[in-house]
């Protein structure tokens, strides 16, 4: 875990107390809201449907008990008993009041946390893996680099206001768990063939109403040179990217609208320039920021062996753990979508004990998952059962990861002002209809909602992608199928005319049924669809 | 007949103009007619509300009731969560928010 120095709590003291001092003259009356806007926003703090909403940022996903509880802490005493975890590893608190919110920002401070960069137009929170620094597959820990990504990116004077905001996510393996081709800039830890350690750098993509998949458009820059690289890259995207229309102004349009060899071409020009500059962290500096993500002290001669006697347990085992890089060692991921549950969402008390769970059993780390999940990323197989005792007392012993049961779903129109339908009730009800067996029968199923083509439940990315629109006042669902946010990154394709919000229901059952009519051995439901296309389908859904 | 609705500065919480104050309640609503853009900026200059803005309702045997479903789940709190709606003031109010 990364610690402060005395620069980073400095910096957020400071800011802690200048919003403080903002807050006081909005409330005064001698600041209007149309001069408060961009500085609350800059603060994480929207004004939704019902109440003001506070994104805090959870660097990378990755996050310590101390910081858990906080957060526990803070949804009891501030708001209404609970969170919600976001597609972007954050955290969300939906019933903030104006006044409070210094004091809930003074309190994150004390433990290395913030909102800053949640919202507006700069770089926002840097994403990446859910297992790293645990999964087998990893070139390197990809958290030092997105770190340093974040001392770069806060408070950068020259990208605090970009065309639009901007999404990174680095990651470490081949397998890619942190939709890496689906943001402004995806980097991936890569070995040249010299050995050297860099990234293949992948730029322009992203959700929203223009999905587009990131071309690659470096082969390989070496990590002691990314941040400039990085650096070259915003530039041109801040000195090109349109600022005349905000729905043509992320660096995705303009890769798209120059082309990816225009853009590569000019981000080399400039990077030629940017690298004789020193912004690239001397390497004792990188070495010291590593040294902070070290591996716990585990013990590889732990026993490997796991009793599996307990049905439940054992269908969870399957399900949620997955094997650690150290012998003896899992990675759990717990489930945050209980059958007819909100997906995200959990109790201050859900929170504790998660964070209890990790100070016990996962050298007091926990990572937060795009999907809306949670990761106790260095559990001893010996205390599995353990920690799925007390999960499932609590609620949280789902075993559905990456079943149709574990759908995304933005907060919708239940809480979000930009939406334009519910999410949240399509997801309950999904749910609902398909009982636990028959989700491990139907395998990997990734089903996502969105409620406003804004995409924040990255239904471009669904295997089964659906987003809710405003039909003449009323809410109606368009279902898209095919997409990936995968290594094998896709962008759904809309199937056919929308439905009612029971409609959509009864069609995702069609579809699947469709599917498991022609499944063969070993395909999900992305690989039928991509084998046969969508006519099957659409023939069932609207016969 | 048409709603003024925003929130409050201080605490985020929906509000509805009474015609001579603001309430969290739709059912105390009443209408504005013509004048609800001067009241609304009146009262967003005494910092009595944030953001309000004039809808579209119709009347109902409990109250107005707002045209558009989002104004609607403005006025009742999260479908998903009745536990956090606003409660009506009369007790036998059934849901008409969806």
């Known amino acids: ?28 009356g001698a600041m209007s809201e149309d001069q408060f806007k961009p500085l609350r926003l800059m603060n994480g703090l929207y004004l939704q449907l019902h109440a003001y909403m ?60 913030h909102a800053i960069q949640t919202s507006g137009n700069c770089i926002r929170n840097i994403s990446s893996d859910q297992f790293a620094g645990a999964a087998a597959d990893e070139v390197a820990d990809p958290r030092p680099y997105a770190e340093l990504l974040r001392q770069w990116s806060t408070f950068h004077p020259e990208f605090s206001l970009l065309p639009r905001k901007f999404k990174i996510a680095v990651i470490g393996a081949d397998e890619d768990r942190a939709a890496l081709k689906l943001h402004d800039i995806g980097l991936k830890l890569v070995k040249n063939e010299a050995g050297e350690l860099g990234f293949e750098v992948y730029a322009g993509g992203g959700q929203g109403r223009t ?15 990314f941040v400039s690289y990085l650096e070259a890259c915003l530039r041109v995207y801040n000195r090109y990217g349109r600022r005349d229309n905000m729905y043509k102004a992320r660096i995705k349009i303009l890769i798209h609208e120059i082309g990816a060899d225009e853009y590569r071409a000019q981000v080399e020009e400039e990077f030629q320039h940017v690298k004789t500059l020193g912004l690239d962290p001397p390497a004792a500096e990188l070495e010291r920021i590593a040294a902070m993500f070290a591996l716990p002290p585990l013990d590889a001669g732990a026993p490997a062996d796991i009793d599996r006697s307990d049905p439940d347990f054992a269908l969870w085992l399957d399900a949620q753990v997955v094997p650690h890089k150290v012998s003896g060692h899992s990675i759990v991921t717990i489930s945050l979508k209980p059958s007819g549950g909100i997906p995200g969402d959990a109790s201050a008390d859900q929170i504790d004990l998660m964070a209890d ?20 990323p260095h559990v001893r197989n010996a205390d599995l059962y353990a920690v799925w005792q007390a999960l499932d007392e609590a609620g949280l012993g789902a075993a559905n990861l990456d079943l149709l049961g574990d759908i995304i779903a933005c907060p919708g129109l239940d ?58 006042g009323e809410e109606n669902y368009q279902l898209s199928f095919g997409g990936s946010g995968a290594e094998d990154a896709s962008v759904g394709r809309i199937i056919g005319p929308g ?43 609207y016969a | 007949m048409r709603l003024i609705t925003g929130n409050d500065l201080a605490t985020g919480d929906v509000i509805w103009w009474t015609g001579s104050d603001w309430s969290r309640h739709v059912a105390q609503a009443v209408d504005a007619g013509k004048d609800g853009e001067a009241i609304a900026a009146r009262e967003e200059a005494a910092l009595r509300v944030n953001g309000p803005y004039v809808i579209d309702a119709t009347p109902g045997p409990l109250g107005p009731v707002p045209l558009h479903i989002k104004d609607r789940i403005r006025a ?19 849901n008409w928010v969806i």
């Open chain 1, 357 to 376: 769970l990790a100070e016990r059993y996962s050298h007091d780390e926990l990572r937060i998952t795009h999907a809306q999940n949670v990761v106790l």
């Open chain 1, 54 to 113: 506070l994104r805090v940022a959870i660097p990378y996903g990755t996050l310590d008990g101390r910081q858990m509880r906080m957060l526990a802490s803070i949804a009891r005493d501030y708001d209404r008993g609970y969170g919600h975890f976001t597609t972007r590893q954050n955290l969300q608190f939906n019933w903030i009041k104006l006044a409070d919110t210094p004091d809930i920002l003074a309190k994150l401070a004390t433990v290395e946390m």
């Open chain 2, 76 to 94: 009742s709190g999260p479908t998903v969560r009745p536990d956090l709606a606003v409660q009506p003031l009369d007790a036998k109010a059934g």
């Open chain 1, 211 to 225: 999905p587009m998949v990131a071309p690659l458009i470096r082969e390989f820059i070496a990590a002691t040179e």
């Open chain 1, 499 to 541: 439905f009612s919000e029971d409609g959509v229901v009864d069609a995702v059952e069609k579809a699947i049924e469709t599917y498991r009519g022609l499944r063969e051995e070993g395909e999900r439901f992305l690989d039928t669809y991509r084998r046969v296309g969508p006519e099957p389908f659409k023939a069932a859904i």
């Open chain 1, 415 to 472: 809480y979000c002002a930009l939406a334009n339908a519910r999410s949240i009730p399509l997801a309950q009800k999904l749910s609902e209809r398909f009982d636990a067996a028959r989700q491990r029968d139907i395998g990997e199923l990734k089903l996502k909602i969105s409620g406003c083509i804004n995409a924040c439940g990255h239904h471009h990315a669904g295997h089964i992608g659906i987003l809710g629109v405003d039909r003449k």
């Open chain 1, 1 to 28: 875990m990364y610690r402060y120095d005395e620069y980073d709590q400095a910096m957020v003291d400071a800011r802690v107390a200048e919003f403080r001092d903002q807050v006081e003259r909005r409330l005064s």
